[in-house]
């Protein structure tokens, strides 16, 4: 009876039609988005290879859709091996790691348009859970195994908790971010995208830090 109850709980909000709907948006939405900001993108681009100590996309592991693992992608902001010892460490706000111009980049979300592929091929959406290392995802589940429902989802761009409970920067935050995920999964739909790319869209003309 009571894994019953936990199933029931965590059920799919959205059916498959809806499912379907939300994946033809992602294809063409971020195929027009990476045509529309082709010019942003080639000027980050000559920006970040004339600074020339590194690589001008970052690609990190993480964890996706179904527990598969996906490389995301940014634009870097950090220096190179900033993160080069034993233990994955979480990006701060005003981080010491960070490049001037990657800074720059950070606080406008501007490094977060390689993402857009990332949606294009499917590794992503732009509603969804935030993704997240493998590392970072068993000390969560330490505290609350039913992360494992988080998988039921593409990870996404942008999602309830990224709007409302800000930056994820502690294992406090980490957990009431779950929590908004779970609810998220539970009674998403496709209205409710749409306000969260809306409100997302509007703190980020505002100048929000999400």
Known sequence: MGKAQSKSKYCDGMNLLQRIIK??????CSLAGMLFLSPLFLY?????????????????ERI???????YIL??????????????????????????PFGRF???????????LWNVFVGDMSFVGPRPERKF??????QHNADYRYVYLMRPGLTSPASVYNGYTDTMEKMLIRLDMDLDYLQ???????????????LYILKGKKI
């Open 105 to 115: 980049l950070r606080e406008h979300h501007l490094d977060e348009l390689p993402q």
């Open 136 to 141: 970072f995802i068993d000390k969560i589940m």
């Open 44 to 60: 980050i681009y000559i920006r970040l290879r004339m600074q020339g100590d590194g690589p001008v996309i970052f690609r990190q």
């Open 187 to 201: 009674k998403r739909g496709l209205w409710l995208d749409l306000k969260i790319i809306v409100i997302t869209v």
């Open 64 to 70: 996706g859709y179904k527990g598969r693992p996906f």
């Open 74 to 99: 940014k634009y870097r902001t950090m220096r190179v091996g900033s993160e080069d010892n034993d233990e994955p460490n979480l990006a701060v706000k005003d981080d010491e790691r960070l490049t």
């Open 23 to 28: 994946r033809i948006f992602d294809v063409l």
